[in-house]
């Protein structure tokens, strides 16, 4: 699970804030392409908006995305991931705005030219593996061989095997092999991993290297920070149908963390430690503590008698970028 | 487009034809029915002489013959229609009471040729006109019926089930996403279907017609044009329920909301002949009326194409409304 923190009413009692994002966590960031890029976008997505009778699923979205590029959208269940990911698919309509692919309007070439692997699929009953895909390749104008899919997917031995028997990872094989079975140019995975146990994703993952590997475009949309980590060029962090912040994971980290973070049990926490100047996060049982002055805060919280048996000191991970955006704990 | 429309094709028949429990099923109901029937229906014949009167209705005290006991006189608005019933030993004799008294009598008919005399004592100047023609048993007229009736539960359920299914599951969403098109989807549906029925029909005509000793009167390409026309209505009125709902519990009931009104009246078990026009106006809004009407004409008059015209395209027509209907309302996922 999505590790949970709560974070203290920092701003309240004046210890101090990183609040370095001067639009406030709810605003969205307008994308500002890197002037390379902007010939190079192979999708653009302008102003989507996506109203449902009782909600804005999403909210005013705009990026582009480079060829060759991982980009992953970030965010907890129901930021609006899967809307914006169907949006762009061209399986949902927005209310408003438009999503544009190399230039012109979703329209014929984008369907011989994307592949996507929706968060839930269903296929045709009684079909082999290899006879799945063959009914995808045989959608396409153009694409791999069946075989080749096959060998990609690392499928050899399930090839003869009624799709309706295989495990979930290997069930996400099979859907990630239709996807890729018309050499799209740009390919959509929706929450790929969600439900495989942690070797099954690893394996996954796997998978989507060897693809990047082959400069294809992906838009992926987790709420497995590890994994947008692991395996995204660019992200976007989205919550409640907006985008509050885009970029490298690392660019992102190192412009709103100056910081280490040090987490410590909070029984080892005295009431005495509080008075410290210290940035503070509360988080269940535990209590992190950001600073840019690790060497400083040590001999603060051992002036303090805190002891330090139990300390932890971790660079900041996309997890706590994102709390640090929404202020509030993340929805798994 | 072809490209793709065959690739559907393909993997649906694979779908079904592994689907061993629903294969067999298609295929043995209608034999067991038919065979039933036969068993049911080849007992003694109805005890009554049945003599047509050439009248809108029958008056008993035009003629001293019509208070005859025994006798069951029916009205034959239509003297054409009357003459086709003798002919096939539906009713022992035809009769116009209007002077000259006339009556026509089928020679090859035992019951005939005594109701004949019982006729000739009451009317000896009555002119006596012949036809001939065997007798059409009712396991020969049902067989059009049986058939039929495989044909409709084939089309309306299987397809529409099918399509529910997918779009149910998210695979109608998945195909979505790749170039396929609505109209290629269901024309491909539409021709798995065909295929199928049309093989599953020849299986049961040979069988079935062995079995009961049957002779198809007219010639078979015409009847297979009919078979065809009829799935392709069939499939098409299935798919104009399946195109937008993703409920199979409301497909189901829609689907049976239209089967038993044509399992009723569009004259599989019995003719509709002397039902009430407003039943016969509403037995004619069904393709399957005019399939069977069709089917039975070729079958055990021999028609000819001209003489089914109006069938075929009743049939063709409507075919090509419920596609359009159904690839308009088409949707691929879930609202």
Same mark, same amino acid.
């Given at each position: 699970?999505?590790?949970?923190?709560?974070?203290?009413?920092?701003?309240?009692?004046?210890?101090?804030?990183?609040?370095?994002?001067?639009?406030?966590?709810?605003?969205?960031?307008?994308?500002?392409?890197?002037?390379?890029?902007?010939?190079?976008?192979?999708?653009?997505?302008?102003?989507?908006?996506?109203?449902?009778?009782?909600?804005?699923?999403?909210?005013?979205?705009?990026?582009?995305?480079?060829?060759?590029?991982?980009?992953?959208?970030?965010?907890?269940?129901?930021?609006?991931?899967?809307?914006?990911?169907?949006?762009?698919?061209?399986?949902?309509?927005?209310?408003?705005?438009?999503?544009?692919?190399?230039?012109?309007?979703?329209?014929?070439?984008?369907?011989?030219?994307?592949?996507?692997?929706?968060?839930?699929?269903?296929?045709?009953?009684?079909?082999?593996?290899?006879?799945?895909?063959?009914?995808?390749?045989?959608?396409?104008?153009?694409?791999?061989?069946?075989?080749?899919?096959?060998?990609?997917?690392?499928?050899?031995?399930?090839?003869?095997?009624?799709?309706?028997?295989?495990?979930?990872?290997?069930?996400?094989?099979?859907?990630?092999?239709?996807?890729?079975?018309?050499?799209?140019?740009?390919?959509?995975?929706?929450?790929?991993?969600?439900?495989?146990?942690?070797?099954?994703?690893?394996?996954?993952?796997?998978?989507?290297?060897?693809?990047?590997?082959?400069?294809?475009?992906?838009?992926?949309?987790?709420?497995?920070?590890?994994?947008?980590?692991?395996?995204?060029?660019?992200?976007?962090?989205?919550? @409640?149908?907006? $985008?509050?912040?885009?970029?490298?994971?690392?660019? *992102?980290? %190192?412009?709103?963390? #100056?910081? /280490?973070? &040090?987490?410590?049990?909070?029984?080892?926490?005295?009431?005495?430690?509080?008075?410290?100047?210290?940035?503070?996060?509360?988080?269940?049982? @535990?209590?992190? $503590?950001?600073?840019?002055?690790?060497?400083?805060? *040590?001999? %603060?919280?051992?002036? #303090?008698? /805190?002891? &330090?048996?139990?300390?932890?000191?971790?660079?900041?991970?996309?997890?706590?970028?994102?709390?640090?955006?929404?202020?509030?704990?993340?929805?798994? | 487009?072809?490209?793709?429309?065959?690739?559907?094709?393909?993997?649906?028949?694979?779908?079904?034809?592994?689907?061993?429990?629903?294969?067999?099923?298609?295929?043995?109901?209608?034999?067991?029915?038919?065979?039933?029937?036969?068993?049911?229906?080849?007992?003694?014949?109805?005890?009554?002489?049945?003599?047509?009167?050439?009248?809108?209705?029958?008056?008993?005290?035009?003629?001293?013959?019509?208070?005859?006991?025994?006798?069951?006189?029916?009205?034959?608005?239509?003297?054409?229609?009357?003459?086709?019933?003798?002919?096939?030993?539906?009713?022992?004799?035809?009769?116009?009471?209007?002077?000259?008294?006339?009556?026509?009598?089928?020679?090859?008919?035992?019951?005939?040729?005594?109701?004949?005399?019982?006729?000739?004592?009451?009317?000896?100047?009555?002119?006596?006109?012949?036809?001939?023609?065997?007798?059409?048993?009712?396991?020969?007229?049902?067989?059009?019926?049986?058939?039929?009736?495989?044909?409709?539960?084939?089309?309306?359920?299987?397809?529409?089930?099918?399509?529910?299914?997918?779009?149910?599951?998210?695979?109608?969403?998945?195909?979505?996403?790749?170039?396929?098109?609505?109209?290629?989807?269901?024309?491909?549906?539409?021709?798995?279907?065909?295929?199928?029925?049309?093989?599953?029909?020849?299986?049961?005509?040979?069988?079935?017609?062995?079995?009961?000793?049957?002779?198809?009167?007219?010639?078979?390409?015409?009847?297979?044009?009919?078979?065809?026309?009829?799935?392709?209505?069939?499939?098409?009125?299935?798919?104009?329920?399946?195109?937008?709902?993703?409920?199979?519990?409301?497909?189901?009931?829609?689907?049976?909301?239209?089967?038993?009104?044509?399992?009723?009246?569009?004259?599989?078990?019995?003719?509709?002949?002397?039902?009430?026009?407003?039943?016969?106006?509403?037995?004619?809004?069904?393709?399957?009326?005019?399939?069977?009407?069709?089917?039975?004409?070729?079958?055990?008059?021999?028609?000819?194409?001209?003489?089914?015209?109006?069938?075929?395209?009743?049939?063709?027509?409507?075919?090509?409304?419920?596609?359009?209907?159904?690839?308009?309302?088409?949707?691929?996922?879930?609202?």
């Amino acid at each position: 699970m999505v590790h949970v923190a709560r974070r203290a009413a920092t701003a309240a009692n004046g210890r101090g804030t990183r609040g370095r994002n001067p639009l406030g966590s709810r605003a969205c960031v307008e994308p500002q392409p890197h002037p390379d890029r902007v010939s190079a976008a192979i999708l653009e997505v302008r102003d989507l908006v996506k109203q449902y009778p009782a909600t804005t699923a999403v909210d005013g979205v705009s990026f582009r995305v480079a060829e060759g590029v991982c980009f992953g959208l970030l965010g907890p269940n129901g930021a609006g991931k899967t809307t914006t990911i169907e949006i762009m698919e061209g399986i949902l309509p927005p209310t408003a705005g438009e999503v544009r692919y190399r230039g012109d309007a979703l329209g014929t070439r984008f369907r011989e030219e994307a592949g996507i692997l929706f968060q839930k699929t269903a296929l045709q009953d009684f079909l082999t593996v290899r006879q799945s895909i063959a009914l995808f390749r045989g959608l396409y104008a153009r694409g791999l061989d069946v075989e080749e899919v096959i060998r990609l997917c690392a499928l050899e031995k399930l090839a003869d095997r009624d799709s309706r028997k295989l495990s979930g990872g290997q069930q996400q094989r099979l859907l990630l092999a239709i996807a890729l079975v018309n050499d799209p140019a740009v390919l959509f995975l929706d929450e790929p991993t969600t439900g495989l146990d942690p070797q099954a994703r690893r394996s996954f993952w796997e998978l989507v290297e060897s693809i990047k590997a082959r400069r294809k475009t992906i838009i992926l949309t987790t709420h497995y920070m590890e994994e947008a980590e692991l395996l995204c060029d660019e992200i976007a962090i989205m919550d @409640r149908g907006r $985008i509050l912040a885009m970029g490298a994971p690392r660019a *992102l980290l %190192a412009e709103h963390f #100056a910081e /280490v973070l &040090l987490e410590l049990p909070r029984r080892d926490f005295p009431p005495a430690a509080r008075e410290l100047q210290l940035n503070l996060i509360e988080g269940g049982e @535990r209590i992190e $503590i950001s600073t840019p002055d690790l060497e400083g805060t *040590l001999r %603060a919280l051992l002036g #303090a008698q /805190v002891p &330090l048996q139990h300390l932890r000191i971790r660079p900041p991970n996309l997890e706590d970028l994102f709390l640090e955006l929404t202020g509030s704990e993340l929805r798994p | 487009m072809i490209g793709r429309l065959l690739a559907i094709l393909h993997a649906r028949n694979l779908e079904f034809l592994r689907d061993r429990g629903t294969l067999l099923f298609t295929t043995l109901l209608p034999i067991a029915l038919v065979v039933g029937m036969g068993f049911v229906f080849s007992g003694p014949e109805r005890p009554l002489f049945k003599v047509g009167v050439i009248a809108p209705r029958i008056d008993h005290d035009a003629d001293p013959f019509l208070h005859e006991r025994y006798v069951q006189f029916v009205a034959e608005p239509e003297a054409a229609v009357g003459m086709h019933r003798l002919t096939h030993q539906e009713i022992d004799l035809l009769l116009d009471v209007h002077a000259p008294v006339r009556y026509w009598v089928n020679t090859d008919s035992p019951k005939g040729y005594i109701i004949e005399k019982l006729l000739l004592a009451s009317h000896p100047e009555a002119q006596r006109q012949s036809v001939a023609g065997a007798a059409v048993r009712y396991v020969d007229w049902l067989f059009p019926g049986i058939l039929g009736m495989n044909m409709m539960f084939s089309c309306l359920f299987g397809v529409g089930y099918v399509v529910v299914r997918y779009r149910k599951s998210g695979f109608l969403k998945r195909l979505h996403a790749t170039p396929l098109t609505a109209f290629e989807f269901l024309s491909a549906q539409v021709l798995s279907r065909l295929i199928l029925i049309l093989f599953v029909t020849a299986v049961l005509y040979v069988g079935i017609s062995t079995i009961i000793g049957f002779h198809n009167a007219g010639n078979l390409l015409l009847l297979i044009l009919v078979a065809v026309l009829s799935a392709l209505s069939m499939v098409a009125l299935g798919l104009t329920i399946a195109a937008r709902f993703s409920s199979e519990e409301l497909v189901g009931g829609l689907l049976n909301v239209l089967t038993w009104p044509m399992m009723l009246l569009s004259g599989i078990w019995f003719s509709l002949e002397g039902s009430p026009r407003w039943v016969q106006w509403v037995a004619h809004i069904f393709p399957l009326t005019h399939a069977l009407d069709a089917a039975r004409a070729v079958m055990l008059d021999g028609a000819g194409i001209r003489a089914i015209a109006p069938n075929l395209l009743y049939l063709a027509a409507t075919a090509l409304a419920f596609l359009a209907f159904g690839a308009w309302s088409f949707r691929w996922r879930i609202d």
